[in-house]
């Protein structure tokens, strides 16, 4: 009996809008792996370090060449290894999350994020998250989620997130990085930040992560 293909939701949204915390209890829910693809688009922006995206594309296609993106578990304990490893905390700070924005705009960049993308969702169920996963990555996806909301409340729930890890959190700096990486998301040529055409947007400026959860899964299930 032929065995059936994996299934993909897509979940795609500006920075801060609260995508991953959706994406880890989505797939806790559906009994799937979370695929956080803005963490592969760190892992490398950090590893690479800064300027890489200022390399020839032979030289970043080389280098990423070596990378090897695997998924490990599944739900919220889903872990995502690049060559084996688990990604350094260090991934997550404003720095290389800029960092990351600036070299996913390079093409071989994101070609190979895509092929290494669509590699994992071949083998394994996903709830995956990022900017072009309902656009570009997996078109086909069975459902697919656009979360948006006001940018100053994404600020803010950055700085309460930052502050419930015990990290320092300056609310004007946070605005402004989530500012800039807004418009260089949306706006570069390549894989712009926007939701696909079947796509349900969800803005979630006045909803408790429960609320947008509830929602999602509704649709999943095909109640609304
Ligand atoms: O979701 P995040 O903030 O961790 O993503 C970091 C950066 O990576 C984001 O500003 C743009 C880039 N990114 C992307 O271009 N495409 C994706 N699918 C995910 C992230």
Known sequence: ???????????????????????????????????????????????????????????????????????????????LLLNGQPLPEAIRNEETGRWASQLAIVPSVRAYMKMAQIYLGHTTSLVAEGRDMGTVVFPGAGHKFFLDADPDERARRRCRQLESQGRPADFATIAESIRLRDDQDRNRSIAPLKPAPDAMVVDTTNLTESEVLEKVLDRVRGLI
């Open 1 to 79: 009996m032929a065995s059936k293909p994996p299934m993909i939701v897509t979940l795609d949204g500006p920075a801060g809008v609260g995508k991953s915390t959706l994406a880890k209890r989505l797939a806790g829910e559906l009994g799937v792996a979370f695929l956080d693809t803005g963490a592969m688009f760190r892992a490398a922006a950090y590893t690479l370090g800064e300027g890489a995206w200022d390399w020839t594309q032979g030289i970043l296609q080389q280098k990423l060449g070596d990378f090897e993106f695997t998924l490990r578990g599944s739900g919220k304990d889903t872990e």
